[in-house]
C-alpha cells in the first residue's frame, strides 16, 4: 500500500468522525429543541382547552344548570367552537370519545376504525396525559390528551406526525448535507496535502527505479529538501556509491555461482534418470546423512506381470522391450505423481516405496492409490497392444506397511538406496497371493488400519506366507463400489467376523446371501466351502483361521 494511501486512511477516519461528531451533537440539540417546544405548544393548547372546558362546567355550575341537557349541550358546543379556533393548520385536529369510544366531538371530519378507537382508549388508560402517536383515521398523527369528567369525554389534541416532525426532517437534511459536504471538502484538503508530502518521495522512487532499469549506478536522487526525505535521498546516494564500488566483484562471484550452478544442474539430470530427485536433492542439502541407515515405518509395494515368460517367449526382442519400455513408462509416472519412490526393477517386477526418503502424511493412502490406479491404467495400455497385434499384460499389486531398514546399502564401488526387511518380504509375498485369491491388489492388515474409511476393502483372509508361522491378514480394496458390491462386501466382512469366532453356520448364511446377489463370487465361495465343511467337521481347539500358505 503507498503511503499517501496510508496517510488518507489514518487521517480520513478521524476527520470525519470529529464532523460527524460535531454535527451529531448539533443535530441532537437542535432536534431535542425543536420537538421540546413542539411538545410544549401541543401541551399549551391541551392545558387551554381544559381550562376553557372547566370554565364552562363551573359557570353552568355557579348558575345552577349543570342538570339541564339543553344546557350541557350548549356547553359541549362551546368547547367544540374553543378547539375549533385552537387549530391552526389543516394537519391539526381536535377530538373527543364517550365512554362508549364513540365519537363526541371534532374540528374535522375523521372516520376512525374500530381497531384504531380501541388503541386509542388503550392509550387513554396505559398512558394517561403523556404524548403519544398512532394511527387516527389512517393518519400516522401524534397526539396529547386527557380526560375530562363533567362531559365523560377523552379530549385528544393530534398534530400529523410528519407536520410534527417537519422541522426535525429539515434539521436532519441539512446536517447530513453539511456533513457529507464537509467530508469532500477534507477528503480534496486530504489529498492536496498528501500528495505535496509524498511527491519528494515519489522522485525517491522514480529514481530508483530508473537506476533499476538502466543498472546505471552513476545516476543519483536529487536532495530537495532538508527534512527527512532529504536525509533519505542522501543516504541513498551514498548506498549507490558502495555498490557501483562492489559491482565489478559481484558480477565475478555471480558469474562463478552461475557455472556452479550449471554443473550441478547437469550432474542432477544425469542421475535423476537413475536416483529418485528427493534422494539426490537430500544428498546435495546433507551429504553425511546419506550414508547412515534408520528404521522408518514405509509403504512397499511389488508389482509383477502375470505369465511373463509365455509374453516374453512371443515377442522379438526389440518389440519385448519397447512394451516393457511403453508399460514402466505408465506405471512410474503413477508412482511418483503420488509421492512414490521406485526403489528398483527386478525384471518385469516393479518394487516402490512411500515415505522415503522424504515422508508425506498420507504415504499409506497415497500407495493405495497408486497401486489402483496402476491397475486402471493397463486398460489404456492394452488397448495400444491390441491395436499394435501384442500380448497384453496383467500384473498382480502387493502393498504392505511396517517398518523396514532404509538407506545406502552396498559397497564403496557401488551403492543402492534401498529398504530391508521382513516387510519388504510381506509386500512380495503378497503380490505372489493375488494369483490365487484372483484379486488385482492384495494389502496387509497394517496397511488396512491405516486406510481404513478412506477406501471400501474386503476381508479376505487370514494367512501365514512361506517361511511365516503367524497369520496376517489380508485385504482387497477398490476406488468405489457399485451398490451390488457394496452389499456383497458388506456382507462378506460381517461373515468373516462370525467366521473368526467360529460360527460357521451363521457366517454360512451370510456368504449365501451374498452370492445371491452376485453369483460365483470367488472370495465368498472361497470361505463358504471353509464353513461347509466346518460346520460338519468343526476345527480344534485352538484354531485361529489361518491358512498356511505354502508357495510364494
Known amino acids: ?80 367552537a374553543y378547539s375549533r379556533g385552537l387549530v391552526l393548520s389543516d394537519t391539526e385536529l381536535i377530538f373527543a370519545l364517550d365512554s362508549a369510544g364513540e365519537l363526541a366531538m371534532s374540528t374535522a371530519r375523521v372516520s376512525m376504525s374500530a381497531v384504531e378507537k380501541a388503541l386509542l382508549r388503550s392509550s ?52 447530513l448535507v453539511v456533513l457529507v459536504s464537509s467530508s469532500l471538502i477534507a477528503i480534496i484538503l486530504l489529498l492536496v496535502f498528501a500528495r505535496a508530502l509524498t511527491s519528494p518521495l515519489n522522485k525517491i522512487v ?32 551514498a548506498m549507490i556509491g558502495d555498490l557501483e564500488r562492489s559491482y565489478k566483484q559481484t558480477k565475478r562471484f555471480a558469474f562463478e555461482s552461475v557455472l556452479a550452478r550449471k554443473k550441478e544442474q547437469r550432474i542432477r539430470q544425469i542421475f535423476q534418470k537413475y536416483v529418485p530427485k528427493d534422494l539426490i536433492d537430500k544428498f546435495f542439502a546433507s551429504p553425511e546423512s546419506m550414508l547412515v541407515g534408520e528404521n522408518r ?31 514402466f513408462s505408465t506405471q512410474v509416472d503413477i508412482i511418483m505423481g503420488h509421492n512414490g519412490m521406485v526403489d528398483k526393477y527386478i525384471g518385469d517386477a516393479i ?10 502424511e498420507d504415504d499409506a493412502l497415497q500407495s493405495v492409490l497408486s497401486g489402483l490406479d496402476m491397475i486402471d491404467a493397463l486398460g489404456d495400455f492394452n488397448e495400444n497392444q491390441r491395436k499394435l497385434g501384442k500380448p497384453e499384460f496383467h500384473i498382480g499389486v502387493g502393498i504392505n506397511l511396517g517398518l ?64 511365516k508361522t503367524r497369520g496376517i491378514k489380508i485385504f482387497a480394496v477398490r476406488r468405489s463400489l457399485s451398490e451390488a458390491e457394496r452389499r456383497v462386501w458388506n456382507l462378506h466382512n460381517e461373515a468373516m467376523l462370525l467366521f473368526y469366532k467360529r460360527r460357521f453356520g ?47
Open 351 to 360: 518394487m516402490a516405496i512411500w515415505g522415503a526418503p522424504v515422508k508425506h
Open 404 to 467: 523396514v531398514t532404509v538407506g545406502n546399502i552396498g559397497s564403496e564401488k557401488k551403492m543402492d538406496y534401498t529398504v530391508i526387511g521382513d516387510s519388504v518380504n510381506l509386500a512380495s509375498r503378497l503380490e505372489g497371493l493375488t494369483k490365487t485369491y484372483r484379486e488385482s491388489l492384495l494389502i496387509s492388515e497394517s496397511l488396512y488400519m491405516a486406510v481404513k474409511g478412506k477406501v471400501p476393502a474386503r476381508l479376505l483372509d487370514a494367512v501365514a506366507v512361506k517361511g
Open 206 to 237: 522514480k529514481t530508483m527505479n530508473a537506476i533499476i532499469a538502466s543498472a546505471d549506478l552513476s545516476s543519483r536522487v536529487e536532495v530537495e529538501y532538508n527534512d527527512e526525505t532529504g536525509k533519505l535521498a542522501q543516504t541513498f546516494n
Open 506 to 552: 451363521e457366517a454360512k448364511e451370510k456368504l449365501e446371501a451374498a452370492l445371491a446377489i452376485v453369483p460365483g463370487d470367488f472370495s465368498a465361495e472361497n470361505i463358504l466351502r471353509r464353513c461347509i465343511e466346518y460346520v460338519k467337521n468343526p476345527p480344534a481347539e485352538g484354531w485361529d483361521g489361518v491358512e498356511i500358505m505354502e508357495t510364494k
Open 124 to 175: 387513554f388508560l396505559r398512558q394517561g396525559e403523556l404524548l403519544a402517536n398512532g394511527d387516527i383515521g389512517g393518519v400516522r398523527r401524534v397526539y396529547a390528551f386527557f380526560y375530562f369528567e363533567p362531559f365523560d369525554w377523552h379530549i385528544c389534541l393530534t398534530e400529523e406526525y410528519a407536520a410534527f416532525y417537519r422541522d426535525v426532517d429539515k434539521i436532519t437534511t441539512q446536517t
Open 1 to 80: 500500500m503507498r503511503i499517501r494511501s496510508k496517510i488518507i486512511l489514518v487521517v480520513l477516519p478521524i476527520l470525519i468522525l470529529t464532523l460527524a461528531l460535531a454535527e451529531a451533537a448539533g443535530w441532537f440539540s437542535a432536534t431535542n429543541g425543536v420537538t421540546r417546544l413542539a411538545q410544549d405548544f401541543m401541551s399549551f393548547k391541551r392545558y387551554e382547552l381544559e381550562k376553557y372546558a372547566d370554565n364552562q362546567w363551573k359557570l353552568l355550575v355557579d348558575n345552577g344548570y349543570g342538570g339541564r341537557p339543553e344546557m350541557l349541550a350548549a356547553a359541549k358546543n362551546a368547547v367544540a
Open 297 to 327: 515405518e514405509l509403504a512397499v509395494l511389488f508389482s509383477d506381470i502375470r505369465s511373463f515368460t509365455t509374453i516374453s517367449e512371443s515377442l522379438a526382442p526389440d518389440d519385448l522391450v519397447n512394451s516393457l519400455n511403453r508399460y
